[in-house]
């Protein structure tokens, strides 16, 4: 039996395909969301509301506390288990969400890559309080100019991260990643929701946005802040939205500013999970904006199981 994987960018109407799946029968759904994987994370990652999750499970949901941090190696152990699960008991397992990293390691296979090192990482950290994060990029452009080259000079989870395991084992990230373990092991159908017009998506994103803080976005933000060990470098609060509302809310960042800001990121985000997109292979892919597009995607899955 195959795993259907259902993969986009943002705001392109992944979940909504997944719960009509699941509405006909016979269909587990897996999360592939960095973000939806903790608990209270709600509103700013468009997490289905509890009627729907109570209707429509959603494995790999709510499943981390926010002052946690949850890493793609574990993604893929409890991933791996979902589907295992699902297909010893008959059903269909459908992967759905826009983390193209944890897809990407799905398919091709975890790079044996060192565990977090606490001290190694303060550190690190100790550094860029020195020299600003601008400086350990152009260190890292140093040891690791692959590495360098794909990570952005504000990204600076991943610029600590390919640091860190320079560190650790004396090798370049980008070469441990080379040597990749084995990949997922079962069939994989990979349906992609990808559309041209940047234009209407932008919209999306931006009326989506304002929709999340109608709802409550900003309250939200404010309740996670006040909890025990949560603070605004947490894995966590630095996901897009959540990043900048934050940032409003301990006084750095005007509110509007801060609006504006997420949209951008939020458009930033959906070009690279596209920049993703275009270089995986073997993708059945579909326009949500320019058609109704459940009917070909059930007719095409009903073709491949």
């Known amino acids: 039996m195959s795993v259907v994987c259902i993969l986009g960018p943002t705001a392109m109407g992944k979940t909504d395909i997944a719960i009509a799946l699941h509405a006909r029968g016979g269909v587990d759904i897996v999360s592939v969301d960095s973000a939806m994987v903790y608990r209270g994370l709600d509103i700013g990652t468009a997490k289905p509301d509890p009627q729907t999750l109570a209707k429509c499970p959603h494995a790999l949901v709510d499943i981390?506390?926010?002052?946690?941090?949850?890493?793609?190696?574990?993604?893929?152990?409890?991933?791996?288990?979902?589907?295992?699960?699902?297909?010893?008991?008959?059903?269909?397992?459908?992967l759905v969400g826009g983390t193209m990293l944890y897809f990407k390691r799905l398919f091709d296979g975890l790079a044996p890559l060192p565990q977090a090192d606490s001290e190694v990482r303060a550190a690190i950290d100790a550094e860029a309080?020195?020299?600003?994060?601008?400086?350990?990029?152009?260190l890292l452009a140093t040891i690791d100019p692959v590495a360098a080259e794909r990570i952005a000079?504000?990204?600076t989870q991943r610029i600590q991260r390919a640091i860190e395991v320079h560190r650790l084992t004396g090798t370049p990230l980008s070469q441990l990643q080379r040597d990749r373990t084995q990949a997922t092991p079962w069939p994989m159908l990979r349906i992609a929701l990808l559309s041209n017009d940047r234009a209407r998506l932008h919209e999306r994103i931006g009326q989506r946005f304002d929709a999340m803080?109608?709802?409550?976005?900003?309250?939200?933000?404010?309740?996670?802040?006040?909890?025990?060990?949560m603070h605004r470098d947490l894995p966590s609060l630095r996901a897009v939205g959540y990043r900048q509302i934050a940032a409003s809310l301990g006084g750095t960042l005007e509110r509007d500013q801060a609006i504006a800001d997420?949209?951008?990121?939020?458009?930033?985000?959906?070009?690279?999970?596209?920049?993703?997109?275009?270089?995986?292979t073997d993708l059945h892919i579909?326009?949500?904006?320019?058609?109704?597009?459940?009917?070909?995607?059930?007719?095409?899955?009903?073709?491949?199981?």
């Open 129 to 138: 309080a020195d020299v600003g994060w601008p400086a350990m990029h152009q």
């Open 286 to 305: 579909f326009d949500p904006l320019e058609s109704q597009v459940f009917g070909p995607i059930s007719r095409l899955i009903d073709r491949s199981l």
């Open 64 to 94: 981390c506390d926010p002052s946690h941090a949850y890493s793609v190696a574990q993604f893929i152990e409890d991933a791996h288990a979902c589907i295992r699960a699902s297909l010893a008991a008959g059903r269909t397992p459908v």
């Open 153 to 155: 000079p504000n990204d």
């Open 262 to 280: 997420a949209k951008t990121a939020t458009r930033r985000l959906a070009k690279r999970q596209h920049t993703w997109l275009r270089g995986m």
């Open 213 to 229: 803080m109608a709802q409550g976005f900003e309250e939200e933000v404010a309740w996670l802040l006040e909890q025990p060990g």
